[in-house]
């Protein structure tokens, strides 16, 4: 079956450090990859995603490319700010077997400090 | 996208008791997922449920411990039955987003059972 594989946190960083987050995945058929962002108090929000191999996703300053040769999702940020503190979650669906469910990771919890 | 609320937001409830959760969304959707989300650990899907049929659920789950309703194409209940400390947990709801597989979450409702 399909599972998501999430860097475990927490994760402190100071403000304008590097973010990356490791995900990797395994899937058996084609899947759509995505990172969901939760703030403080907030549901679950799309971050970014990417539907095929080589994509590359990116909002907010984050990004992320699809590997599928590593089958890896890594999120990264090049200066990261306190309003980014929240957990993220990597998540899968899988198109290939008609599955209309996403697979998540365990989430992974940042805080910035000033 | 969508705006999805739920009620209630969080509810400390009785070993033994049952808890309704409310999901609506401002717009008409055939859909609707909801996810549990226990402490510590990601997001599982409970069931989908499709207005005018059954819910599907996913494997560990069952409809007497949780029960769902789908009156309309904008409103959802999940029931947790005979709760029990294992049950503490924050349920979401959702709804399929514009693109491939996106979804869009309510806020969650958070449970605990004492």
């Known amino acids: 079956g399909n599972s998501v594989t999430q860097m475990e946190g927490p994760v402190t960083l100071s403000e304008e450090a590097f973010l990356t987050i490791n995900c990797t995945y395994t899937?058996?058929?084609?899947?759509?990859l995505f990172w969901y962002v939760q703030y403080p108090g907030e549901g679950l929000q799309l971050l970014l995603k990417?539907?095929?191999a080589d994509d590359k996703g990116s909002n907010k300053g984050f990004e992320a490319t699809y590997r599928k040769e590593t089958t890896s999702f890594h999120l990264e940020k090049g200066s990261v700010q306190v309003s980014d503190s929240a957990v993220y979650f990597c998540?899968?669906?899988?198109w290939g077997f008609g599955n209309e469910k996403l697979t998540f990771g365990t989430g992974t919890r940042l805080t910035i400090i000033p | 996208s969508a705006v999805i609320s739920q009620k209630p937001s969080r509810d400390i409830c009785q070993r033994g008791t049952s808890l309704t959760i409310q999901c609506q969304v401002d717009?008409?959707?055939?859909?609707m997922f909801w996810y549990r989300q226990q402490p510590g650990q990601s997001l599982t899907l409970i069931a989908t449920?499709?207005?005018?049929?059954?819910?599907?659920?996913e494997s560990g789950f069952v409809i007497d411990k949780f029960p769902i309703s789908r009156p309309n194409l904008t409103f959802s209940t999940l029931t947790v039955s005979n709760m029990s400390p294992e049950d503490s947990s924050i349920y979401l709801c959702s709804v399929p987003g514009q693109g491939v597989y996106e979804q869009y979450f309510g806020p969650g409702t958070r449970l605990t059972v004492t």
């Open positions: 899937a058996t058929g084609y899947p759509s």
């Open positions: 990417a539907t095929k």
């Open positions: 449920a499709n207005q005018g049929s059954e819910a599907t659920y």
């Open positions: 998540a899968l669906s899988d």
């Open positions: 717009s008409q959707v055939t859909m």
